[in-house]
């Protein structure tokens, strides 16, 4: 099995490659414009889109949130798409009613330099994050960590991934999303078919973790529905690829990739649900779908991961490219210097698989508390129009969502326990509730005080 595998990764990689034109302008490298000056049209930006938030870390997730959880979990982690639609709107009002250029923009000429400063650290931190959780899946589907197999498998893709990604920056990425997501969506369709064919999908599923909102399914669900607001605005690929076609086609593409995702991570995800209604006592979820599916599927299953993973982490390293050059313009903009922070990110990326945690959800939801940071910001801000909130509103609003993403690091890996025994996700909701009720106090505040001040002035004049 690992051998067909690594002949599909081959393939896939191969003709990635030869999709993978050496780009020599700035703005095909950095905002994926063809040779002809042209945005990209609807379905490849909606597949790209897909693509690129359908990554292995999320199809993996909402398995192993399904075998847990029931269909409650993996409902959860499919709420997370809903950032889509947020995202649509986010997108619209900055850039086609507000006119601002990228987020960077907006948040300096609200917040000054400490506006993008802050949120830079925080797309910064999700693009290693993003590098490291899809590198560390495909270790997994090849071996024990540490193993040789485990080893070669990271290293292998890291470097191809980098090799076209360096050819072609974002152009390359668009392009080699369109055929990567055809070919996932072909695989899924078959997996799907096998599923269907051994009669494996049937009401009790819907009953294998029947509803409790105090259970870890609905209370994820929850979290996920508190942090699907400000999550797309600090995801920076998602918002990249707002930035690249017209009103109308940015718009549909938000549209249609919303419920395409979601289809695609609620159909993944019930596998693991399947798993979890099956398993004997003991059984993990690889173990329990190998022996209810056969080898073939699992092969699929495998290979869903494998391309998912490849065609995030080339949009990943595209952003990180722009982040640093065109955005946050650390070097100057040019390709040379664009590839060199490709191949920064991935280092640190292949590093922290060897060295970090290997929760994946922790990443998640450690990224979704930190963003929330955002959700006043969005609320007030863009979508309120209110200019006059002071600073202080921000960074308080940044650094107490940094430091609920700190404690729900600790709480759920054990470091510490603060917040009493209850579950780490009860916990998480806990944390969400306060950083979103506490941002958005911290900015009304900002604004009566603002407002108060202006009407003392008044008075005085």
Same mark, same amino acid.
């Given at each position: 099995m690992e051998i067909l595998l690594a002949a599909l990764i081959a393939a896939v990689a191969l003709i990635s490659l030869l999709l993978s034109n050496r780009v020599s302008e700035p703005g095909a490298f950095f905002r994926g414009e063809e040779e002809d000056g042209s945005a990209p049209g609807l379905i490849t930006l909606t597949f790209s889109q897909v693509t690129t938030w359908i990554f292995a870390?999320?199809?993996?997730?909402a398995a192993i949130l399904g075998f847990y959880y029931g269909i409650w979990g993996t409902l959860a982690y499919a709420a997370y798409y809903l950032s889509f639609f947020s995202g649509g709107l986010i997108i619209d009002k900055l850039r086609f009613e507000q006119g601002y250029g990228s987020v960077q923009d907006f948040l300096r000429d609200r917040f000054?330099?400490?506006?993008?400063?802050?949120?830079?650290?925080?797309?910064?931190?999700?693009?290693?994050?993003?590098?490291? #959780?899809?590198?560390?899946?495909?270790?997994?589907l090849?071996?024990?960590?540490? %193993?040789?197999?485990?080893?070669?498998?990271?290293? #292998?893709?890291?470097l191809v991934t980098l090799i076209y990604s360096m050819l072609g920056g974002l152009q390359a990425s668009l392009r080699t999303d369109l055929f990567q997501m055809l070919v996932f969506l072909a695989v899924m369709a078959m997996l799907m078919l096998s599923v269907l064919f051994e009669g494996l999908i049937?009401?009790?599923?819907?009953?294998?973790?029947?509803?409790?909102? %105090?259970q870890p399914g609905p209370v994820l669900l929850m979290v996920a529905l508190l942090q699907v607001w400000s999550y797309p605005m600090h995801d920076p690929v998602m918002m990249d690829r707002g930035f690249l076609a017209d009103r109308a086609t940015t718009r549909r593409s938000f549209i249609h990739a919303g419920w395409i995702s979601s289809l695609c991570i609620l159909a993944f995800g019930c596998l693991g649900v399947i798993a979890g209604a099956h398993a004997l006592s003991g059984e993990s979820m690889n173990d329990a779908l190998s022996r209810l599916l056969g080898e073939i599927p699992m092969f699929l299953f495998s290979a869903s991961l494998v391309i998912s993973a490849m065609s995030t982490l080339d949009s990943t390293l595209s952003s990180s490219a722009k982040l640093m050059v065109v955005d946050m313009k650390l070097l100057p903009a040019s390709l040379r210097n664009g590839r060199m922070v490709m191949a920064l990110f991935m280092l640190a990326g292949v590093l922290l698989v060897f060295v970090g945690s290997k929760d994946l959800f922790s990443a998640v939801a450690v990224s979704g508390t930190a963003s929330m940071y955002l #959700?006043?910001?969005?609320?007030? %801000?863009?979508?309120?129009?209110?200019r006059e909130i002071p600073l202080w509103s921000y960074l308080g609003s940044f650094v107490l969502a940094l430091g609920g993403a700190a404690l729900y690091f600790t709480e759920s890996s054990g470091h510490s326990a603060l917040l009493g025994e209850a579950h780490k996700?009860?916990?998480?909701?806990?944390?969400?509730?306060?950083?979103? #009720?506490?941002?958005?106090?911290?900015?009304m505040a900002g604004l009566l005080n603002q407002r108060s001040n202006t009407g003392t002035q008044s008075e005085a004049v």
């Open positions: 870390r999320s199809l993996l997730n000054g330099h400490w506006g993008t400063r802050c949120y830079n650290f925080v797309i910064g931190v999700r693009l290693v994050s993003e590098v490291f #959780a899809n590198l560390l899946v495909i270790g997994i090849f071996g024990v960590a540490g %193993s040789t197999a485990y080893t070669f498998a990271v290293i #292998a893709l890291a049937g009401p009790e599923l819907l009953v294998f973790k029947p509803f409790d909102i %105090s #959700a006043p910001v969005i609320f007030f %801000s863009l979508w309120g129009g209110k996700y009860t916990k998480l909701l806990w944390i969400c509730i306060t950083v979103m #009720a506490g941002g958005c106090l911290l900015f």
